[in-house]
């Protein structure tokens, strides 16, 4: 079974500038969660699907990330303009919907440096 | 604030040595999870507990969640340098479609 994949794995943007992130969860998995992973500390929740629909995205800093999953399938998270603060690991993550308990599966992550 | 705290922060540990990871709450836990990372890769699924008490084997991986469910260890026996990495607890509150919250991760180096 494929995992999750993520694209890019790197990149390297000067504050300003934009960035866009992919992913594409494990097949059949309904549920999809965009994570920041700051240097030194655990992820942190930015915005979770299910299916096409948003269910939490309180903790997304909306004057700046967006993110969207069309067809409920692969999902792209958007940072414009960036900041010096949002050099990070970004993890997708995936589960399957109706289970008793929410194992999620992680990507690779993309690792972003604002410079 | 930080929802779960973990201790300790980082850990070095000759090969062959037990070594315990403990993960704290202070609100009651609705499943606890722990997962591996290593640098520069995604989360690797460990164990999940949910249970008061509950104890989870993994080859020489044991987890533990207290009848109270507000702390959890994670222990290693005789640790080899495949266990080397950042293990990090992460906890759900509500519903089984919540988010995980994580604590901030221990790194764990295993000498030869």
């Known amino acids: 079974e494929a995992g999750v994949a993520q694209s890019p794995r790197y990149k390297i943007i000067e504050k300003r500038q934009s960035v866009a992130f992919w992913c594409n969860p494990i097949?059949?998995?309904?549920?999809l969660y965009w994570y920041q992973q700051i240097l030194g500390q655990g992820p942190k929740l930015l915005i979770q699907?299910?299916?096409?629909?948003?269910?939490?995205d309180s903790q997304l800093p909306k004057d700046r990330f967006s993110a969207e999953r069309l067809k409920g399938v692969d999902s792209t998270l958007k940072i414009q303009p960036a900041k010096l603060e949002d050099s990070a690991v970004y993890l997708c993550?995936?589960?399957?919907?109706?289970?008793?308990?929410?194992?999620?599966?992680f990507g690779p992550g993309t690792r972003l440096t604002v410079l | 604030s930080q929802e779960l705290e973990q201790s300790p922060q980082s850990l070095i540990v000759q090969e062959g040595k037990n070594l315990t990871i403990n993960c704290t709450s202070s609100?009651?836990?609705?499943?606890l999870y722990w997962y591996k990372q290593k640098y520069g890769e995604g989360l690797i699924f460990l164990m999940m507990?949910?249970?008061?008490?509950e104890e989870k084997s993994h080859e020489k991986i044991t987890a533990k969640l207290d009848e109270k469910k507000q702390q959890s260890s994670l222990h290693i026996t005789a640790s080899q340098p495949s266990h080397a990495g950042i293990y990090l607890c992460?906890?759900?509150?509500?519903?089984?479609?919540?988010?995980?919250?994580f604590g901030r991760g221990t790194q764990l180096t295993v000498w030869p």
């Open positions: 992460g906890a759900r509150r509500g519903s089984t479609l919540g988010r995980l919250y």
């Open positions: 993550a995936s589960s399957l919907m109706g289970q008793t308990y929410n194992e999620q599966f």
């Open positions: 507990l949910q249970k008061g008490g």
């Open positions: 097949s059949g998995h309904a549920t």
């Open positions: 699907f299910q299916n096409n629909g948003v269910v939490d």
């Open positions: 609100k009651t836990l609705y499943g």
